[in-house]
């Protein structure tokens, strides 16, 4: 059983996962979601995750992104074993390596699209980083420089995801992981998110993705296929 | 680690998204820390009323009444006046009489007293002199007499006519000179004396003679420094005891006593205890609004946590430890309280401004209300936001992210 076939010391691994478990407990009864998952994405992957619903994939991705601890396997991120650092640890490397995108956009409604983008820095911040010139540099990426005062109700759904998209790169994380970000949206905005997450992929940005649209497959490197808690094959 | 300044922005900027429902929330800490900083300026106010009245008579006054007729006369009188750090004493007696000027009738206060009366009770002349133990039918005025109670105003020379009832049902009236006028003062209720300025003041020989009798009603003395004045009314108290009979293992016992006697030090002290007991009352009373207040947040900020699950969830999704959550969830917490703290500070020294104002009497603002307010404030926020906070940190950001 293994993850990566070459324990590169360069980091080229940035996601290591090793016979991962993950079980959810009904009272006394084990309910089994994942079972055994080995998986490698290297640096500047672009993955898609796809499966029939109910299949585990949200449950992987918030395994990759330290939010849940694994029942049984190990996680391993740029090398490092999540299993052996404290919830504090997670935390940071949480705000430091990853780059959470959503479904729902998940915006905080009080705040406006600048704020939202800079609100990751105001509990982690990258030594010598200029967080606010980076945040409006990032909303003008994503082709919000006109709209950095809007509040999200003043903003289209798509609007809303490129937000959010700018929001995950504030701390220009090592590893963006979303979460079926075009479900939400029609079809022709959704063309316009892939374009970006192609656009950062050929940056070089190593980039997880769960989607349900065959569609998708166009814009990443390999799919992987997730069918009753295992990997199923390409 | 959260910075507080972001922690500040982002739960002030939550706050104000909900500006009726802080309000209210802060209702309870306003009137808490209100009924708070009003209850420590009346208190300061009236303690501060009382001495400044006090202070009119000297701090070293002493004060006796005797408890029943026949008991104090010149033997009295002199032991008092023969105790050491005694500088003056007076005996006196007091009768509401009849006064008559110009076929004009008033009830007024006759007091009767020795020379002394003047040092004892700083009574301040504004025109002619004082009374001495060697005149006989004289009276000094207080300003309102010579001023107001009469049709017309009564000056120094002019006579007023001083009726005086006899315990056998007989009266004597006789003609007074008006010697003196005294300068105006404000009241000495407080000691149970006379209020200087609706009364007669006449030698006390006089009154006695009219009266038919040769006991006093009491003396006053006063001690030449207020560092002794309780030492001295301690001596003077046992001087009497002895001098009228009381055994000595009475002498701790005021009941056993014919007669009382206060001091200034003493009455002082049993003003504050009066105060103090009010106060307790008043505190307890903002302690419990104070605490219903706290819950009135405790209530808000579970509600909140409750609404915002799915934001904690990701806030921990980018990088939000435990600690920066319960930091920013109390600072929301406190800035509620301190929002209540300040608008309550305002409110109770608005309140007791208006009721000592009322009162009449002049309103004392200690420095350190602003500060207690405050800290109370900032405190029941505290205390108000630990356990909302610690739910909201204890969130799991998986089944937080998936609340909707
Ligand atoms: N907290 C939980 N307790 C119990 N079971 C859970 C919990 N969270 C998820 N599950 C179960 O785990 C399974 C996988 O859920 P998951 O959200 O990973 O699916 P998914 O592949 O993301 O589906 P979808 O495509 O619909 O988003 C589901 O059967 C779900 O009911
Ligand atoms: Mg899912």
Redesign the pocket.
């Known amino acids: 059983m293994a993850g990566c076939n070459v324990q590169s010391p360069e980091l080229n691994n940035v996601i290591d996962i090793q016979g991962l478990k993950k079980s959810?407990f009904?009272g006394n009864l084990e309910?089994p979601?994942l079972h055994g998952i080995d998986l490698c994405i290297k640096k500047g992957e672009f993955v898609a995750i796809m499966?029939p619903?109910?299949?585990?994939?949200?449950?992987?991705m918030n395994m990759i992104g330290c939010l849940d601890r694994p029942t049984g396997g190990k996680v391993m991120l740029m090398g490092r074993d999540t299993n052996a650092i404290t919830d504090n640890e997670l935390a940071e490397l949480r705000g430091f390596e990853i780059g959470f995108v959503f479904q729902n956009f998940s915006l905080i409604p009080r705040l406006s699209a600048y704020e939202n983008v800079l609100l990751p820095t105001y509990s982690n911040t990258k030594d010598g980083m200029d967080t606010s010139g980076r945040a409006r540099d990032l909303l003008k990426l994503v082709g919000l420089d006109d709209r950095t005062g809007h509040k999200p109700a003043e903003l289209s759904g798509g609007q809303r995801q490129r937000v959010a998209i700018a929001r995950s790169l504030i701390n220009d994380p090592s590893l963006i992981l979303a979460d079926?970000p075009t479900g939400n949206l029609d079809s022709k905005t959704s063309v316009e998110i892939m374009d970006i997450f192609s656009d950062l992929h050929k940056k070089g940005r190593t980039i997880v993705m769960?989607t349900?649209d065959p569609e998708m497959e166009q814009y990443v490197d390999r799919v992987v296929h997730?069918r009753d808690g295992n990997i199923g094959n390409n | 680690m959260i910075d507080l300044r972001y922690a500040f922005i982002l739960a002030f900027g939550s706050i104000r998204s909900a500006k009726l429902r802080s309000t209210l929330t802060a209702l309870g800490i306003i009137i808490g820390v209100a009924a708070v900083v009003a209850n420590v300026s009346i208190g300061a106010s009236f303690n501060q009323y009382f001495t400044d009245e006090l202070g009119s008579l000297g701090s070293n006054f002493i004060i006796i009444y005797s408890q029943d007729v026949n008991i104090f006369y010149d033997t009295e009188l002199e032991l008092i006046r023969n105790t050491p750090g005694i500088e003056g004493a007076s005996a006196f007696n007091q009768q509401t009489a009849p006064v008559t000027y110009l076929s004009a009738t008033r009830q007024i206060d006759v007091q009767g007293v020795s020379e002394d009366a003047q040092y004892i009770s700083n009574l301040g002349v504004a025109e002619g002199s004082f009374l001495t133990d060697k005149d006989k039918y004289v009276a000094v005025l207080g300003k309102e007499i010579a001023t107001e109670k009469f049709d017309k105003n009564i000056s120094v020379k002019n006579y007023i006519d001083i009726t005086i009832k006899r315990d056998d049902g007989t009266s004597v009236t006789r003609k007074f000179r008006v010697k003196g006028i005294l300068a105006s003062e404000d009241n000495t209720f407080v000691t149970g004396g006379p209020d200087r300025d609706v009364t007669i003041y006449v030698p006390i020989a006089t009154l006695n003679e009219m009266l038919n009798v040769t006991d006093y009603g009491g003396f006053s003395a006063k001690t030449g420094s207020a560092e002794s004045v309780q030492e001295v009314s301690d001596e003077v108290d046992k001087r009497l005891a002895r001098a009228l009979g009381v055994p000595t293992r009475d002498l701790d016992n005021d009941d056993a006593k014919p007669y009382r006697i206060f001091n200034q030090a003493e009455i002082i002290e049993q003003l504050d205890t009066v105060t103090n007991a009010f106060t307790i009352l008043i505190t307890m009373i903002a302690l419990v609004a104070l605490i219903v207040g706290s819950i009135g947040i405790m209530n808000i900020m579970l509600v909140t946590v409750t609404e915002r699950t799915s934001e904690i969830g990701l806030l921990k999704s980018m990088g939000y430890t435990k600690p920066d959550i319960i930091v920013l969830f109390i600072m929301e917490s406190i800035i509620v309280g301190v929002i209540g703290g300040i608008l309550g500070t305002v409110l109770g020294l608005v309140g007791s401004y208006i009721v000592e104002t009322y009162l009449g009497v002049t309103p004392v603002f200690p420095f350190y209300l602003i500060f207690l307010g405050f800290f109370i404030s900032v405190f029941v926020g505290l205390i108000a936001g630990v356990y909302p906070a610690n739910k909201a940190a204890n969130l799991n950001p998986?089944?937080a992210l998936?609340h909707e």
Not at chain 1, 53 to 60: A, R, Y
């Open positions: 959810y009904l309910v979601i499966g619903s109910g299949s585990g994939k949200s449950t992987l079926e769960i349900h997730i | 998986v089944e998936r």
